[in-house]
Structures are given as C-alpha cells and as structure tokens.
DNA sequence: GTCTATAGTCGGATAGAC
DNA sequence: GTCTATCCGACTATAGAC
C-alpha cells in the first residue's frame, strides 16, 4: 500500500471496491477488465491507478476488505466462545457444544447471502495459485481454526498441534464449506432452489448433530 | 460435437487436449490463451478451432474427458458397494463401512495427483457460473452422492431422498472435498509440504473414524 | 483528483495455401 | 489435417490536459 491510502472523496474509492468484489468473485479476477470496473463504479480507468496503483492492487484491496469484513464479524464470536471454553471447570459437554456453535456460527456466516455471495472462487484461486493476498485470507482461516482446535483438542485428549485434531478440525469445517464451494451441486442433489435462511437454519441443524457426534463418539 | 470427432491423426488432438487439462487446472479458464496453448501442444491456432471449434469447445472437452476418468476409476467401486449393500441381510456394522470406504476410496481418487491436479478450479468455477459442461460434472457428483445417500439412509432408518439424508451425503464428501479446494490452506494450518501418500493414508483414518462416528452415533 | 487519448500487447477467430 | 498470415477487438498501463 504505497499509494495514497487517504484521499478526499473517498467515494470514488469505495464504489471501485465494491463493484470489484462483486465482478471478482463472479467473473474470477481474469475474467473481468479494469474497463469494465471503471464503467461500473461510474468512473474512469485512472481511478484505478490512483487509488490502487493497478489491477492486482484492487484485487488485494477486494480480498483485504472481504477478509476484514469476515474477521471483524467472527472475532469477537469466536473471543466469547475461548473464554468459555478456557474455564477451569468447563465440563465436556460444554466444550462440544462450543465447537458446534462455532461451526454452525460460520456456516451462517459463510452461507447468508450478504456482502460478496460467490467470493468461494477467489478464495479456490489463491489455494491453487497463491498471490500476496493468500496471507491475508489464510489469517481469517486461521482465526476460525485456532478457535476450534484447541477445544477439539481438549475434548479428544490430544496437544492441540497435532496433526489428527488439526485434520479434525479441518473436515469439520469442511463440512461447512461445501456448500459455498459445491453450491450448485448441493442444491440441485439437495433439491433446493435457493439457500435462504430455511434452508440455512436445517443446514445447521445438520451440522451440529454431526459435530456433535463426531465428538462424542471419539472422546469415548 | 458438431465437428469431426474423427480424425487420421490422433495425436495432435490428444496432446492439445492434455496441455488444456494442465493450463485450464492451473491458471482458469481465462487465465490461458489459445495461442499458449497451441504452442505448448508444439501445434498452431487453427488446430483448436479444426479440432474443437473454439476455446470453449476445447473446454468442454477438458471437463469431458477429466469427468469420464473419474467415472471410469469410480464406477465399479461404487457398484461392488451398492450390490454388498443391497443384500438383505446386511447389517448395520457392513453398511457403515461402506460409507467409510466410499468416503476414504473417494478422497485417495481425488487427492493422488494424477492426471489434472488442480481442476478443483474449475469445478468451482462451474458452481457459480455453471456453463455447458457443469452437467458432465454433476454426474460424477452424482454417481458418488447416489452410491452414499441410500446406505445413509437404511443406516439412519429415512428416506434415500428426504433432505437430511442428502445434507448428511453432502456433508461426507465436504469433508475431503475441503483438502482439494483449501488445500493450501489446509497444508499450512497442518503443518504438511505436501499431500503425498502418507498424508492422504492418515487423512483417509480420520476420515473413517469420522464417518463411522456420524454414523453410529445417528443411529441410536 | 479526475478526466481523455493513446501506446503497446495480446486475445480469439478466420482465410486460404499446401 | 496442418500450417502461415492477418484481422480486429479488448486488454493493461501510461502520459498529460484540466
């Protein structure tokens, strides 16, 4: 971010940025033109320049202020969550309960159609290809995965690095992120037309029964 | 296919259509021009267009022939599954192995780098903006789905197309799908290099345990 | 800060020789 | 069937007026 990060009307800047989050995550970032972005946003391609010195600049600014968005949101859930789960007494039940709140947390989160629905392609992108914005998404991942694998840990019995409560807690949250990353295949396997609050609210019902007895099983 | 599918000399489309599989894996559909990929097949333009009439011809048959693999790999799996749980007097401890094993055989066909490595891309790419050929993906997904949501289903005692059952499916096959579409997510949150042999035969036990647990735990 | 104009490159598609 | 040569539109990046 070397370029001027303060501007006066910063209105140019941010209807940019929005408009970039959308065509990104649905065109993916060849599959639109800086041009087309300009049009959009109602200004012209040396906006573009000006405010994030080029093309790679705005897709870093689209995935900064995804992530910030995502970060901003979870944080202070997932804080509540740890302070409870790192009391002393806190009994097993409590400590599932916990990571099925988490997960289902993030499946609204991820799933709720808001700010940026189709941003799983962008996300795929860097997984496969990793730019410099891969930090940035890999810290937000992070959060929600350093949140659930240390109760994982406690429940199952096991230091919180190793690798069988870190691919634990990786499928669990994978049974979240398939329904952004697969979405139309799970729609139409499903049945469904859409994946409105109804169709969130029995996802999650889902979910957490299978948290829950992936745990509960194991920690037997 | 309105083009002559048939052609004296063979080679030359195989070679185009195996550069394509990398090309598109790698860098997506619009991260590739037709001119690399001539060049990178040691043939020109107008071999495309002779063969596969345009880009997006040769992008179909990319996804065309990737899928008829994996079909080809999966298909009598699945079908020694299907008949060994079809018997009628197969018990429930048989039935949730044959989830495991779907699940586990799944994710080595998956995960094992064979031939088009990256293509998570462009399956996900399919997902938000489904084109022509997202049909020839979903009957691969669907092969798979309709191989795990009738055991699913005798398991937990529901129809094999009630909602939960299906969720259920969907959600066994996130739980590997999420180490091909977060892969590198999912290396460094473990602590891998890589996802060679001995990592996906430790991926395959959790996953198997996991299985097993949703599984028996639903049934009680 | 915001604009127009333009440079330079590369995209896919095609015509026609062999 | 395979090649060369070429068209034309779209791309990113930049220079410079206001």
Same mark, same amino acid.
């Given at each position: 971010?070397?370029?001027?990060?303060?501007?006066?009307?910063? +209105?140019?800047?941010?209807?940019?940025?929005?408009?970039?989050i959308d065509?990104f995550a649905n065109?993916?970032?060849?599959?639109?033109?800086?041009?087309?972005?300009?049009?959009?946003? *109602?200004?012209?391609? /040396?906006?573009?320049?000006?405010?994030?010195?080029?093309?790679? *600049?705005?897709?870093?600014?689209v995935i900064?202020?995804i992530s910030?968005?995502v970060?901003?949101? =979870? /944080?202070?859930?997932?804080?509540?969550? #740890? /302070? #409870?789960?790192?009391?002393?007494?806190?009994?097993?039940?409590? +400590?599932?309960?916990?990571?099925?709140?988490?997960?289902?947390?993030?499946?609204?989160?991820?799933?709720? /159609?808001?700010v940026g629905d189709n941003w799983a392609r962008l996300v795929v992108r860097?997984?496969?290809?990793?730019?410099?914005? %891969?930090?940035?998404m890999?810290?937000?991942?992070?959060?929600?995965?350093?949140?659930?694998?240390?109760?994982?840990?406690?429940?199952?019995?096991?230091?919180?690095?190793?690798?069988?409560? #870190?691919?634990?807690? =990786?499928?669990?949250?994978?049974?979240?992120?398939? %329904?952004r990353?697969?979405?139309?295949?799970?729609?139409?396997?499903?049945?469904?037309?859409?994946?409105?609050?109804?169709?969130?609210?029995? +996802?999650?019902?889902?979910?957490?029964?299978?948290?829950?007895?992936? +745990?509960? %099983?194991?920690?037997?």
């Amino acid at each position: 971010m070397a370029k001027p990060e303060q501007s006066g009307t910063v +209105l140019t800047r941010d209807k940019l940025l929005e408009v970039a989050i959308d065509a990104f995550a649905n065109a993916g970032y060849e599959g639109v033109g800086t041009r087309e972005l300009a049009e959009r946003a *109602g200004t012209n391609l /040396s906006a573009i320049r000006y405010h994030f010195g080029d093309k790679e *600049g705005l897709y870093r600014a689209v995935i900064q202020h995804i992530s910030q968005g995502v970060q901003d949101r =979870m /944080s202070p859930f997932i804080e509540r969550i #740890r /302070s #409870r789960t790192e009391r002393p007494n806190v009994t097993r039940e409590e +400590l599932i309960d916990s990571v099925c709140q988490l997960i289902t947390g993030f499946a609204s989160q991820l799933l709720a /159609s808001g700010v940026g629905d189709n941003w799983a392609r962008l996300v795929v992108r860097e997984q496969i290809k990793p730019t410099k914005a %891969f930090d940035v998404m890999y810290s937000v991942f992070r959060l929600l995965l350093d949140g659930i694998a240390p109760i994982v840990a406690k429940i199952v019995g096991q230091p919180p690095d190793s690798e069988e409560v #870190r691919i634990c807690a =990786m499928t669990l949250v994978g049974q979240a992120l398939v %329904f952004r990353t697969h979405r139309a295949t799970a729609l139409k396997f499903i049945g469904w037309n859409t994946l409105g609050p109804k169709q969130i609210s029995e +996802l999650q019902t889902v979910l957490s029964k299978q948290c829950r007895a992936i +745990l509960t %099983f194991r920690s037997r």
